[in-house]
């Protein structure tokens, strides 16, 4: 069993739609939860850094933690065709883990 | 400010030929690593940098050294490779905080390799 779970997609939304894209974990020593957004044939970049469980909201993008689940979750509201790319989760906890990313669309 | 920057972009090798990967980072940054990225398999770390002549493995080492000579370079060889090193590679850095690995990563655009 992998110790991060992504779903890979694709996603396929229309613009203007809510996105959630999720992932979920099994070491229990992870705290600290981060989204990288890569678009194609680039390099991941930041896009949400959480520490342990709640929320953070940053413009449309929402990153979600609930660390009695294992599951972390980010939000696009209003998505843009712009916001096409795809996201990667990553766990730290004395080592960094990344999900295998989802790739979503945003048709205009 | 160029960040993170690699060469080179594209390669394609034969089997059991060698090959050396570069990587630049202007951010004056301690850390780096490197990683592949393959299909369903997410980013995985190959060997890692603390600092100027360190160097440390990841998840995946066998098949692959590194060598941090100069802080802003970070080398990754190919010794003998091999069609089961086709992937995409990328080049990280970062400033150290603690924990390690906790701290924002900044990546190169890639290095796209084939090894026939």
């Known amino acids: 069993q992998k110790e991060v779970e992504q779903d890979p997609g694709p996603l396929s939304v229309p613009e203007g739609a809510i996105v959630s894209l999720n992932c979920t974990y099994s070491?229990?020593?992870?705290?600290?939860f981060m989204w990288y957004r890569q678009y194609s044939r680039k390099g991941p970049e930041l896009l949400m850094y959480?520490?342990?469980?709640g929320n953070k909201e940053d413009g449309r993008f929402t990153a979600q933690v609930d660390k009695s689940s294992k599951y972390i979750s980010l939000f696009i509201r209003d998505s843009q065709p712009s916001d096409s790319a795809t996201y990667l989760c990553?766990?730290?906890?004395?080592?960094?883990?990344f999900g295998q990313g989802t790739e979503l669309s945003v048709k205009p | 400010n160029a960040g993170v920057t690699q060469t080179p972009k594209f390669r394609v090798l034969k089997t059991g030929q060698s090959m050396t990967l570069l990587c630049a980072q202007d951010m004056n940054h301690e850390y780096m690593y490197w990683y592949r990225q393959d299909p369903g398999m997410g980013l995985r770390l190959i060997h890692y940098s603390v600092g100027e002549g360190t160097t440390a493995k990841g998840e995946v080492p066998d098949g692959y050294n590194v060598s941090r000579l100069k802080k802003q370079n970070f080398l990754l060889g190919l010794e003998s490779a091999a069609p089961s090193q086709t992937s995409v590679y990328f080049c990280?850095?970062?400033?150290?905080?603690?924990?390690?690995?906790?701290?924002?990563?900044?990546f190169g655009p890639g290095t796209r390799l084939l090894v026939l």
């Open positions: 959480t520490y342990s469980s």
């Open positions: 070491n229990s020593a992870f705290q600290y």
């Open positions: 990553a766990m730290s906890g004395g080592k960094l883990i």
């Open positions: 990280a850095s970062s400033s150290p905080v603690t924990p390690m690995f906790a701290e924002t990563q900044y």
